[in-house]
Antibody
Framework: QVQLQESGPGLVKPSQTLSLTCTVS??????????WNWIRQHPGKGLEWIGYIYYRGTTYYNPSLRSRVAISVDTSKNQFSLRLTSVTAADTAFYYC?????????????WGQGTLVTVSS | QTVVTQEPSLTVSPGGTVTLTCASS?????????PNWFQQKPGQAPRALIY???NKHSWTPARFSGSLLGGKAALTLSGVQPEDEADYFCLLYSSGARVFGGGTKLTVL
């Protein structure tokens, strides 16, 4: 079954850019039929959808984060990435990547284990 | 932007039945919102349980079921097991965006 794994710095300074990568194993991003998502969870809180990318580069972002977010894909590495600019302490959270299967009905099926990013000087 | 509301907490006895709900600030939840449900245990990533209102993943235990109830999405657990104690999140599709509910902490006691 497909596996997703987040990676990136666990500590980012305020006003800088948060960058994370999700590596997909046992499945090809280029095969189509999926959206590749980023979701975050503030410690002890609920989930917040950040956005998704299709392997051809089409993206859709949460309106509340749209001005600071960019998701990109590297099909040669079977990875997709998140960039969040001008971070503050409010961006401290667990960040998850997840696959959303498209079709007659869509659904989120597989998730990465998540990575904690702390914004602090 | 759509706000999705869930019960903050619920308690159920082992072997009992409990229903969690998921409401939308924009009105009644319908099948077009394609409700998804996720379970999250402490220190773990969310795990998908239900999609498109009532469809189960291959790994979803039979005691979990999804439906629409009174204008809300609903997740019913029948014959609750101690291992069902967890946080449960719903997700609704809303005009292209995906919106999570705040989650329900289910205690099995």
């Amino acid at each position: 079954q497909v596996q997703l794994q987040e990676s990136g710095p666990g500590l980012v300074k305020p006003s800088q850019t948060l960058s994370l990568t999700c590596t997909v194993s046992d499945g090809s991003i280029s095969s189509g039929g999926y959206y590749w998502n980023w979701i975050r969870q503030h410690p002890g809180k609920g989930l917040e959808w950040i956005g998704y990318i299709y392997y051809r580069g089409t993206t859709y972002y949460n309106p509340s984060l749209r001005s600071r977010v960019a998701i990109s894909v590297d099909t040669s590495k079977n990875q997709f990435s998140l960039r969040l600019t001008s971070v503050t302490a409010a961006d401290t959270a667990f960040y998850y990547c997840a696959r959303e299967t498209l079709g007659v009905v869509t659904n989120f099926d597989y998730w990465g284990q998540g990575t904690l990013v702390t914004v602090s000087s | 932007q759509t706000v999705v509301t869930q019960e903050p907490s619920l308690t159920v006895s082992p072997g009992g039945t409990v229903t969690l709900t998921c409401a939308s600030s924009t009105g009644a939840v319908t099948s077009s919102n394609s409700p998804n449900w996720f379970q999250q245990k402490p220190g773990q990533a969310p795990r998908a349980l239900i999609y498109n209102t009532s469809n189960k993943h291959s790994w979803t235990p039979a005691r979990f079921s999804g439906s629409l109830l009174g204008g809300k999405a609903a997740l019913t657990l029948s014959g609750v097991q101690p291992e069902d104690e967890a946080d449960y999140f719903c997700l609704l599709y809303s005009s292209g965006a995906r919106v999570f509910g705040g989650g329900t902490k289910l205690t099995v006691l």
